[in-house]
Each structure stands twice: as C-alpha cells, then as structure tokens.
C-alpha cells in the first residue's frame, strides 16, 4: 500500500542518501553546516527512520545529538520507535525505550490521516482457500482479506497500538516488559518462546486419545487439573482446531458438531510470576460463525521450560472469560472485564475475579461505586503505593437485546480501591 506523493527537494533525498550510506563522518559534516534533521524524505520518513532501516546506531545517536525528534511519524504515523521493532534492531529498540519516546500508548504529535492506493490493494486480493468455501461467502472473505471499509475508517480515523504487538524477537520483548508493557499484548509467537514453549512439531496422541478428548468441558472443582495428551498436544503446538480435526480426519465439523478443545486464542491473558513461571488464563478461539467458537475458562501454568499444567474450573465459579485483564497483586492475580458469550453481559456489572496463586482456587470479588459497567479490551496497572488497579481505555457495553449490543469506547479512567473494593472514576479521558 502506499499513499500519493508531494515533492521532497533533492537535498533532501540528498541528506538521506548520506544518513543511509555515508560514513558517520561525513553525515557530521552535513549536519555541521545546519541541514534541517528533521526534514521529511519519502513517505514522510525521517533522517533518524532512515538510519534505523540501515541498521546504524552510531549514525542515530548522532542525529539525536544534532536534534532529531524521535517522536516524529512518517505519513503512515508510524515513530522512529516502530521502525526499530519493524526492522527487528534490537540495540535501536532498547537505546529508544530508554529515551523515554512513546510505546504507542499516548503519541506527541495529532495522527494524521491516511490514504491508501486502492487498486494496487485490488491487485493484491488473495482467492478464498477451498478449505473456507462452505464455511463463510465469498464477499465475507473478500472483506477479510482486502478490507476496503476499515482501512478507509483507519485512514480517516488512524489510531495507535502498542508497539509491543508487532515485536518480532524474545530480545526486543524483554525491552517492553522492562519499560512496563503487558506480556500479553506481544504476538502469540513470541510469547511462546518467551515461555519456553514451540519445540514440538507435531501430534503424540494417538487417535483414541483424540476422540476421547477433542471438546472442551468445564471443571468440576475449584480447581481441577484437566490434563490429558490431546490437550497437551495443542498446549504444545499451538496449532488451531482445524489443523487437529484434519490431523485425525474430523474434517467435516457439521457431522461431529462441537468445538475442538484450543489453545490457539485471542484475548487471552499472560502473566509472569516472580518465580519464573507465567499464568494463561481463558481466551477465545475463532469467531462466532466459526464450528470450533468457543470462550474458555481454563489456567495454564507453565515453569519456563515447556512444562505446563492446565486447570479448570465450574462455569458458576469463574465463567468464560476473554479480553479481560490479569493484574498481579503481590500472591494472586486480580481478572477484571470480559467480552464473553452474550448472555453473560451484564449492563452496570464489570465482573472481578481473584485467583489465589498458593491454590489456584478462584474467587469472585464483589466490588460497589462507579462501577465501569459491562468493560473489556482495556488495560490495567497496580499502584503498589495507593493499593488500587488503575483501568483505562477499551469498550463498554451501553445497551443490550436479544439480538443486538451496542458498545462504547471508555472515554474514563477508573481505580479500584483493593481496600474497599470500591470503584471511583478519576479523569475524563479524551477520544
């Protein structure tokens, strides 16, 4: 994709040439003699993008130095920031977090809008695989797969995300959580090297084992270890339900009705323990439409090293869960929101639930105040200080029917008081 040009000056396109491929001394040189460092070139690129994308750390202190602004965006609004993650240079990524620059939570500067190059996009639309023909409509997976009307709505109207979520390396990783970002927000991928997981490519169960536990089922106690080797398998792997169901020849979903068991998921949450080892909880595999749909409500343990546990619990106890938070308060870990199936919401109800680390027993924690009502796809952060959990950000459900929700963004910020459990609304946040 790419957006219309206006003219860049050919010292312009000059500077950059030098900041690319010159030596170090000879970019001094230029910047001695008072070329605008912050010029933009192509695409609204920088000087200090250009030398991220060479990989130079030395020429990017130098810019710095001459007063390069690291919180600048190209046309596309991506930061100097996002091309070091974008280009995997780990030394840039850690240099620029430690500056302090914005992680893709609050940008210096107004997003500016896009505008994309529909028939080189159109040229680009990739056939619908035979596998999906029967399962979605050829307009459902032409809208998938160019889809026209959200990126012209995200042209319009561009937002940011954090940058933790294009990160493509454990070392780069390390950088975020470091400077506070939430372990979950990375890519699924790199998660599961962080934790140890991905060394097993393929099925140890054997097709027995398969049928007898290819559906997922609710815990009996509170808790109940729920390991067996299909589900480990998919722990494992990490492949989805349909690459389990055409292993084993279950191809044909509408005659073996029922999800298979996952763990391929999305709004899942990830947190890391003091000790080393990093709790999973819930997530959602698929869409609604989807044969293998389905809202967990499950725990994954994991030591670091590949080994797992997997715990589940009675749905009155701690219900399907997904697109929650999991905030660890010094020995449990504090689940707040939910998407959940649609007769779970509640409006005026933001569900709470403790999980005891030392038991893995899972409690609800009835909460009273401004409650933030029906909220998930937020972000929360504990204030060790004041004992609260500060919530932001994400989606409210406003109205509920049979058939419909309608949602809203949260324009607040809210705490809740571990105390008191009492929720108080703090700032108005802007749109």
Known sequence: MSEKETDVSDDVLQFHRVVEDAPLEKLRKVLAIGMNVNAPGRLGQTALMVAIAAKNLEKIKLLLEFGADPELTDRFNATALEYAVDHDFVEAVQFLIKLGVDRGYRPKYPLKQVHYDWDFLESMQVPMPEELRGVMSEDEW??????????????????????????????????????????CLAPAEIQRDYIGLGSTTKFQCTKKEYWSHKSPRFGSSNPEVMGNPFWNDMVKLGCNAYAARKRFKDDNPFSNPGPVWCYDRFGATLTQLSDGRFVQIGGEHEDYYDPDFCIYNDVVVHDGTGEFEIYGYPKEIFPPTDFHTATLVENAIY?????????QREIGVTPVYRLELDTWCFEQVETHGDIPSWLHRHRAQFDASRNVITVEVGDVQVSKDSDNATLSPNTDQFELDLGSLKWRTVDHQPK
Do not use: K, M
């Open 335 to 343: 689940v707040i929101g939910c998407l959940g199936y649609v007769d």
């Open 142 to 183: 032409n809208s998938l797969s160019n889809p026209r009307d959200i990126l012209e709505e995200h042209g319009q109207n561009p937002s940011v995300e954090p940058l933790i979520t294009q990160v493509q390396s454990v070392e780069c990783l390390q950088f975020f959580l470091d400077a506070g970002d939430d372990l």
